[in-house]
Antibody, heavy 121, light 107 residues
């Protein structure tokens, strides 16, 4: 069974740094792109970026480029989303999801349970 | 970047109704279009990929169609467990933007 298990809820102060994780199992981690999606309170889904763990190739949405860093550790089948200086507006639920690809399709087929981040002074 | 416009933003329907949601891409995306369902407090789930292919385990009352810029998600006979929010997503070019969502609630 393919599973993506995310780290627990976080409460942080503005200006602090944070790295949340997405531990995967049940498939060859290195050969699937894995992405992150933000959902602000009461709002829709926002695609943030993806990484290919095999070679750490990554792509970011312009909205998130320079604001977050996506990394992956092949040795422990885990992807990460990192902030260097949090803002209150980063408060949201963050989901990781595996990208599967085929002939003329590419979709986020397995999702983590989400990590809730609250940034408040 | 490709923008996705979904409509309506919400709709009210009854069990047994046929429900149709549309999604338009700002430029041609072939059939690189996915649909997701999200229930309150839960992670999204993939329903349809490649515009019309049903993801494993998804009931056959869900169907998708379209290519190029215009796409449709149809629920042939709405069931109680289908009340949720639905999102389209293009996967033609990164960033793989989502539509703003369509909330389907009880009439």
């Amino acid at each position: 069974e393919v599973l993506l298990v995310q780290s627990g809820a976080e409460v942080k102060k503005p200006g602090e740094s944070l790295k949340i994780s997405c531990k995967t199992s049940g498939y060859d981690f290195a050969t699937y792109w894995i992405g992150w999606v933000r959902q602000m309170p009461g709002k829709g889904l926002e695609w943030m970026g993806i990484i290919f763990p095999h070679d750490s190739d990554s792509r970011y949405s312009p909205s998130f480029q320079g604001q977050v860093t996506i990394t992956a550790d092949k040795s422990i089948n885990t992807a990460y989303l990192q902030w260097h200086s949090l803002k209150a507006s980063d408060s949201a639920i963050y989901y990781c999801a595996r990208h599967s690809r085929g002939n003329e399709w590419d979709a986020m087929d397995v999702w983590g349970q989400g990590t809730t981040l609250t940034v408040s002074s | 970047d490709i923008q996705m416009t979904q409509s309506p933003s919400s709709l009210s329907a009854s069990v047994g109704d046929r429900v149709t949601i549309t999604c338009r891409a700002s430029q041609g995306i072939s059939i690189y279009l996915n649909w997701y369902q999200q229930k309150p407090g839960k992670a999204p789930k993939l329903l349809i990929y490649g515009a019309s292919s049903l993801h494993s385990g998804v009931p056959s009352r869900f169907s998708g169609s379209g290519s190029g810029t215009d796409f449709t998600l149809t629920i042939s006979s709405l069931q109680p467990e289908d009340f949720a929010t639905y999102y389209c997503q293009q996967s033609y070019n990164a960033p793989f933007a989502f539509g703003r969502g369509t909330k389907v609630d009880v009439k």
